[in-house]
């Protein structure tokens, strides 16, 4: 079989029995299928080879024209920030809970896989938000995320207050728990549990999600996503604020800052089997009613 990618990495969450299982299992199958894949550090303890090759994700990244994920998809995403810097095609097996970004059964990963490897998949290039926090004019801190950038008090149930404007336009002033800014890859994650819409990936769009706010009349409300959105922090409370990226990164925020949001300039490169449906994950994995006719 002619190889359709040269050269594969594996990446898993470590310190995960069933996670190393399927790792340990896909490097077998692809030393079998002829390749040579090269292993992220955190589980390459696992694998029992003293050739293979271990290198930092980084490296990874930067070597590698295909990764395979192992996990949930917060593995995806936590791996997606870096790999999004190179261009690599990444799928995923899913050993978390949903799995909206992880394609491949775990049990049953051999065939489509097969596929995938021999150049019969789809693909689809998600893009990223880039966050970046300006204090009197000066940056301070900044990031990318794949699903949602999150501003919210450093408190549980703590309410903030903050304007946010697009493209320069004033939108809205606001009071609630924060403010949830997504991506179409994000509106199946934090977003939905906040109210926000189901956005198809396909779509270049944003969506703002407010959080608990002090009105009965704030809804989400879905944006072009080449557009520039601001959000500038009261001065009038003295709490901590925090920007938190895919619910991993933090980034701290004073009152007064301001939050400029924009599209990435870089994008995830997912591949697909073939057989890949997006309304049938949303029917799988929301656990909608079948059709009847």
């Not at 990963?109 to 789809?122: F, N, P």
């Not at 204090?135 to 990318?144: T, V, Y």
């Amino acid at each position: 079989m002619a190889q359709h990618f040269k050269t594969i990495g594996l990446i898993g969450k470590a310190n995960h029995d069933a996670t190393m299982e399927t790792v340990v299992d896909l490097y077998n199958f692809l030393i079998n299928k002829g390749y040579q894949p090269i292993i992220e550090e955190s589980v390459a303890s696992y694998i029992d080879d003293k050739n293979c090759q271990v290198v930092n994700l980084v490296e990874l990244g930067k070597k590698c024209d295909l990764a395979i994920v192992v996990g949930g998809d917060g593995n995806m995403l936590g791996a997606a920030r870096t790999l999004s810097k190179y261009d690599v095609a990444v799928i995923g097996v899913n050993r978390g809970n949903l799995g909206f970004l992880t394609d491949l059964n775990p049990d049953d990963y051999e065939t489509s896989l097969t596929q995938v490897l021999a150049g019969d998949y789809k693909t689809e290039l998600r893009f990223l938000l880039d966050v970046s926090v300006y204090r009197d004019g000066e940056l301070k801190a900044s990031n990318c995320a794949v699903n949602e950038v999150v501003l919210h008090a450093d408190k549980v149930a703590h309410m903030i207050e903050f304007e946010a404007f697009i493209d320069g336009s004033f939108v809205f002033h606001q009071r609630s728990d924060g403010l949830i800014v997504c991506t179409p890859t994000g509106s199946t994650a934090y977003s939905l549990s906040g109210g926000g819409p189901i956005v198809h990936p396909n779509l270049n769009a944003v969506t703002l999600v407010p959080m608990f706010p002090h009105t009965l009349t704030s809804r989400p409300l879905v944006v072009d996503a080449d557009s520039e959105i601001k959000i500038i922090v009261s001065k009038a409370k003295d709490s901590l604020l925090q920007i938190s990226c895919d619910s991993h990164i933090m980034l701290a925020v004073r009152p007064g800052d301001e939050i400029v949001i924009n599209k990435h300039q870089l994008g995830l490169r997912l591949v697909h089997p073939m057989a890949h449906d997006y309304y049938s994950v949303l029917r799988k994995k929301l656990h909608w009613g079948k059709q009847n006719y």
